[in-house]
């Protein structure tokens, strides 16, 4: 399935998405579950549930606004630095300069506030006041569908829900300032997120590809089967004494290819537009302003 969070006629509302990606239908819910968007389907299906029942014909996504399949998670989404080699290897001298040498050794875990999540064509906020370092990072996210803690590799697919693509905007010079990365990582906007969540059963984030254009120019172009951690990885390491619950989100890193790797940097500025798009699974795109 692909389960969408939109707007129509004032309300949001959740739906699932047609096989060709032209329709949607919504579901059943009551404002107060649809505001939460998809959680509230997740949450539920954990718990035993039931997918509600349509609560009307298909309309066009044309004729809907698409919201964040999660517009506001229900804590800090975890997210994963230097997961690619050549990624890595970019950032070497930089970002990644007082890490540990050994690149698979542990992954580097870092979180991003659930406020700064928005739609998948929303616009992004330049920070001008605070950071001249503005930056992209095509990824593909999981979603969480079955708790647990302290969680196996072998056992870990089975905890996925689905997947959706993000965007993790970073503010470098923040981020290199504060040596932690959270307040670099965290700036409002700075996550879109989207189109939809799409259900595991439908879809293999071990085999697809993340790429990212800047106002049409490909700058990122990475097969997750280059992860340095894979999947079950992530998820056995985050849930290492934590307890994951459903609707959790892990982005799982980004290819080679940001602005910052470049020579000399490349950072982005209020009138660019940078896609972001997931084979079979799909894109978001999102002026900077």
């Not at 969680?151 to 689905?162: E, L, P, Q, Y």
Request: charged share 20%; aromatic share 6%; with cysteine.
């Amino acid at each position: 399935m692909r389960i969408a969070t939109f707007t129509s006629e004032g309300h949001r509302k959740v739906g699932l998405v047609s096989a060709d990606g032209k329709t949607v239908t919504p579901l059943e819910l009551t404002q107060a579950q649809a505001d939460s968007g998809v959680l509230t389907l997740i949450e539920a299906l954990a718990e035993g549930g039931s997918l509600p029942e349509a609560a009307g014909p298909a309309v066009s996504l044309g004729d809907v606004m698409l919201d964040a399949p999660l517009p506001k998670p229900r804590r800090n989404l975890w997210c994963v630095g230097r997961n690619y080699h050549a990624h890595a290897k970019e950032l070497a001298a930089s970002v990644f300069k007082d890490n540990a040498l050994k690149t698979d050794e542990w992954p580097i875990v870092f979180t991003k506030v659930p406020e700064c999540v928005v739609g998948p064509h929303d616009d992004v906020l330049v920070p001008s006041e605070v950071s001249t370092q503005i930056d992209y990072e095509a990824e593909l996210a999981v979603v969480i569908g079955k708790g647990g803690k302290n969680i196996m590799r072998s056992a870990a697919m089975s905890h996925v829900f689905g997947y959706t693509v993000v965007n993790d905007v970073t503010a470098r010079d923040v981020q290199m300032r504060h040596g932690q990365w959270d307040l670099g990582k965290s700036f409002d906007t700075f996550c879109p997120m989207g189109p939809w969540i799409v259900t595991a059963d439908e879809f293999d984030g071990t085999r697809t590809r993340v790429r990212c254009w800047v106002n049409g120019e490909l700058r990122q172009d990475g097969p997750t089967e280059n992860m340095i951690f894979d999947i079950p990885m992530l998820i056995e390491t985050v849930s290492r004494g934590i307890t994951l619950y459903p609707g959790d989100v892990i982005a799982t890193g980004t290819p080679a290819g940001v602005g910052m790797g470049m020579s000399p940097p490349r950072y982005l500025r209020a009138g660019d537009v940078v896609r972001v798009e997931i084979d079979r699974l799909g894109a978001i795109e999102n002026k900077f302003v």
